[in-house]
């Protein structure tokens, strides 16, 4: 793969990625570094030599493996410690998280943090991002038969958790 | 549906990255792939370390004039030279800010009894590093082995201090016995294999190595000691911290095998294929031991009756000694990798007790010489 077309990958997926790992941490400073080191991995890991299929896919993985690690280190980091001022002053995030997203958003995020990271990551790549459940499927290397299911498992879960919660 | 979609689209519109950030994320990334090389400046991190720098440079009271010249450097130059430092070795120009500016810093960072071991365990391993990599550019001339041993030499003796707590009355943390006495000796034990291979395959620095040697399992040999001592105290006394202790040793033996298979992931596809599989065969032999160890633990809390009682004590000690096995494993593991790829260097195997007669006989004489001081 040539630069320009890593490029072109880039300006068409970043903000994306970063979308998704935002609405994963909730930390946009965490989530660009995330994002960059996503690239540069992907960029090095091409320029050994290796073939990427489908880099959309490959982005998503790498992003993931971040996210997941980050996770596992700081155990958790739930909507509720930030919405409740659990962070420094000079975060802004208790109160632009309310500002940009809107009550109801907020709301809908504290839903998901009640479920499993690996439905949330399924909801997020539907919803947020806008992958179909094939390409879900290329991310997770799954059949594209299992994350429908997935899909509309978590969806029904997370309709019930907002409904009541 | 319709209602979460709409909630969905909603939140996603709050979640933007600017244009401006676009081009900084992209001007950064162009620009590590482009120099592979050159160091990484992580911005986020040099802002906050420049703080704690400046913080530190102009409360070092007890050094005012050393303290003065950081801050001077510092503010001329932000914490990218800090950073820079890091990589450097003894006779590189950089090499006495990472002595005294980053490791004075940090070492004044740690507070804890255990942050404090940690850390002097971490400066072993930086010294033995930079001797391991100096040996193999053929770069350890004698004033650079001095400069490493005595900082070496130094800090052993900051080591030992705290393990003689025990000597003096006072009582040596848990947390150091269990667990960062069993990290550090490995780590030493693996090293030494490392630096005699070295010394066999460089004749030229051999003499600088072999004396470095000789301090390295000079300390090693004390925290081994340690670290017996305690496991059978434990056994004996049917210590009642029995629990706390195995507890914080499989904490001990999960960070290194983290660490080992960091490792694996970092040496990519450049490792030797033997190195790999050799390095994954332990990195699995000690999960399946602390697989063991956990399991074990999980069928004495079922069965409570008088017989595990008894035989509890025991085993929790032969769990200790296992998942000292399974620390050692993975120490071993990550450092086969890493001197394959920094050092270039194939080590297979770690034996039990090394064999070196003149490391050895070396040792004992520095034990007499010792004596006789003393006495």
């Known amino acids: ?165 | 549906m319709d209602n979460l979609e709409k909630i969905f689209d909603k939140a996603k519109e709050g979640v933007k990255l600017s244009q401006q950030e676009k081009e900084k994320m992209k001007g950064f990334i162009l620009s590590v792939t482009k120099t592979p090389e050159a160091p990484v400046r992580d911005e986020v991190f040099e802002r906050r370390t420049f703080k704690r720098l400046l913080t530190y440079a102009v409360f070092s009271f007890s050094r005012p004039a050393a303290a003065f010249a950081v801050l001077m450097l510092v503010i001329a130059s932000g914490a990218g030279i800090s950073l820079a430092a890091e990589g450097s070795l003894p006779g590189d120009i950089l090499y006495p800010i990472k002595i005294e500016v980053n490791e004075g810093f940090r070492e004044h960072l740690a507070r804890s009894d255990e942050a404090k071991m940690e850390w002097f365990v971490s400066v072993a391993e930086r010294r033995m590093e930079e001797t391991e990599r100096l040996a193999s550019e053929d770069r350890l001339d004698d004033k650079a082995r001095a400069t490493i041993e005595a900082n070496f030499a130094k800090n052993a003796e900051k080591i030992k201090t705290r393990l003689s707590a025990t000597a003096t009355g006072g009582e040596v943390k848990l947390s150091i016995n269990a667990d960062v006495t069993s990290r550090l000796e490995t780590s030493l034990m693996a090293h030494e294999e490392i630096l005699s291979k070295l010394a066999e395959k460089n004749s030229g620095s051999k003499k600088e190595i072999t004396s470095v040697l000789v301090e390295v399992k000079s300390i090693s040999k004390s925290v081994k000691e340690v670290r017996k001592n305690f496991e059978d105290d434990v056994f004996e006394k049917r210590n009642s911290r029995l629990e706390e202790a195995t507890a914080l040793r499989l904490k001990a033996s999960l960070e290194a095998i983290a660490e080992a298979k960091k490792a694996l992931e970092k040496s990519g596809d450049s490792i030797d294929e033997e190195v790999r599989k050799k390095a994954e065969e332990m990195i699995k032999e000690a999960e399946e031991i602390v697989a063991e160890v956990k399991l074990g633990k999980a069928a004495e809390q079922e069965d409570q009756s008088i017989m595990s009682l008894k035989s509890s004590a025991s085993s929790t000690t032969e769990a200790l000694t296992r998942l000292h096995e399974a620390v050692k494993l993975s120490s071993q593991a990550k450092l086969m990798l890493e001197a394959q790829s920094r050092l270039k260097l194939k080590v297979l195997e770690f034996p039990a007790t090394s064999s070196r007669v003149e490391i050895e006989e070396k040792i004992e004489e520095r034990n007499e010489e010792e004596l006789e001081i003393n006495l």
Not at chain 1, 1 to 15: G, I, N, P, V
Not at chain 1, 94 to 116: C, D, I, P, T
Not at chain 1, 129 to 139: F, H, Q
């Open chain 1, 1 to 165: 793969m040539k630069e320009k077309d890593f490029l072109a990958a880039y300006e068409a997926y970043s903000e994306a990625l970063f979308r998704h790992c935002y609405f994963r941490i909730y930390d946009r400073e965490k989530a660009k570094d995330m994002v960059q080191e996503t690239f540069i991995r992907t960029w090095e890991y091409i320029l050994k030599g290796e073939k990427v299929e489908n880099i959309r896919a490959f982005f998503y993985r790498v992003l993931n493996n971040l996210v997941v690690d980050e996770i596992r280190r700081k155990k958790s980091l739930s909507l509720e410690e930030i919405t409740e001022g659990g962070f420094q002053a000079s975060d802004n995030k208790v109160g632009k998280l309310q500002v940009e997203l809107g009550a109801e958003a907020v709301n809908l995020m504290r839903s998901m943090e009640k479920m499993e990271e690996e439905k949330k990551q399924l909801l997020i790549m539907r919803f947020i991002d806008g992958l179909g459940p094939k390409e879900i499927a290329s991310v997770v290397g799954e059949s594209e038969n299992v994350i429908s299911v997935r899909l509309s498992r978590a969806l029904k879960e997370l309709r019930e958790i907002f409904n009541n919660g």
